[in-house]
């Protein structure tokens, strides 16, 4: 028999609040987290909104700022989500190999070196001709190594494991809007399998940047509702024009049932199932049959051992763009058939945005909360309903519900599909 994965401990940090508790309380209550960008002067773009981390800084979780002063913001972001994660399990107070833990990222680029690499091309531009050898020089004389460094995504897994002592294994992935839950699903496996005993999972992005912003505006994937930040994420309505970008970082803590039963660790929820296909179709389009969809879906059905009839609610990936709410409505109805009109599906990222890479592990634990206090979380904005959009979303405000099992969907650019089944604990 493989071993039964746990979740023992959770941390939170995002547009909507900065510990668990807050962004669960605003999630039950509808509130939004976007508004307008502060980051950078955002003015001469199409988007001029995005849903970002407010009030927060590293010192909040004991951490020296001068020892973070070159870290990217993402990577913070991390170590305050993963402190949260371990003093909530104890994890670190009970295990006595510190190479028996280990840390699984999702985590994208760090902070994108916009106004050097301007510099550079200038540079390089003064002539008839784009100068190769100016543009070099100009790097070599302002560019600063360790902020290069800090570009890399797996920087944000290297400095949680260098801050806890943790020295088991340390992986990052990334496969965009997928990469935390894979982390999760991932992560869950080498446990199942006995290589650790627990690992901290989770991811952390921030694409609120020129560089981001620009290439989401040139895909026109971005809204443009710019006069309305709190109605501009609108999954599944008939008026949505693009999602929303938002940052931040989850991680949970994965543990071994009987390890965690051994120590008296809280149960938050088990890990039940892991679905990942690849649509191996279009870069940055969906499959318009959700074949990739489906099929995670089905996949981590049968991971679990599950059929979808005990299925409960689906937290969507549902970013509010045209063909991903349509193609996920359809994968939906063929994973549940007739029942799919009777089985809850919302989109928190009607609230938080799309916090991209990290998305993936923050659903997951909405997932865990709405099984915890049996309350499914509303889409808001949902006020044009969509003739092919006709499944139950639950529109406005959050539902008192009966869930054991939840799905947690997450869909990224390449094509990447992952699926979540989490349920209620029992032994």
Known sequence: MRRR?????????????????????????????????????????????????????????????????????????????????????????????????????????????????????????????????????????????????????????????????????????????????????????????????????????????????TGFSLLTALSTNNENPHGASRPFDRLRDGFVLGEGSSVVILEELEHAKKRGAQIYGEVLGYGCTSDAYRITDIHPEGRGAIGCMNAALQDAGLSADEVGYVNAHGTSTTVNDKVETVACKAVFGERAYSVPVSSTKSMMGHLIAAAGVTEMIVCLLAIRDQVIPPTINLENPDPVCDLDYVPGEAREARLNVALNNSFGFGGQNVTLAVGQFRN
């Open 5 to 213: 994965v746990v979740v023992t401990g959770l941390g939170m940090i995002n547009p909507l609040g900065t510990e668990v508790d807050t962004v669960w309380d605003s999630l039950k209550n509808g509130r939004s987290g976007v508004g307008n960008i502060s980051i950078f002067d955002a003015s001469q773009y199409p988007t001029k909104i995005a849903a970002e981390v407010r009030g927060w800084d590293i010192t909040m979780c004991g951490e020296d700022e001068s020892k973070w002063e070159k870290r990217g913001r993402h990577a913070r972001f991390a170590a305050g989500a993963a402190k949260q994660a371990v003093v909530d399990s104890g994890i670190l107070d009970s295990i006595q190999d510190r190479s028996r833990i280990g840390v699984y990222f999702g985590a994208g680029e760090g902070n994108q070196d916009f106004f050097n690499f301007t510099q550079m091309v200038a540079a390089g531009a003064e002539g008839t001709e784009f100068d190769v050898e100016a543009f070099m020089r100009k790097g070599f004389a302002i560019l600063d190594p360790i902020l290069e460094l800090e570009q890399e995504p797996s920087m944000p897994s290297a400095h949680v494991a260098n801050m806890l002592d943790i020295q088991g294994p340390n992986i990052n992935c990334l496969t965009a809007c997928a990469a935390s839950s894979q982390a999760v699903g991932e992560a869950t496996e080498m446990i199942r399998t006995g290589a650790v005993d627990a690992m901290l999972a989770g991811g952390a992005h921030s694409m609120i940047h020129p560089f981001g912003l």
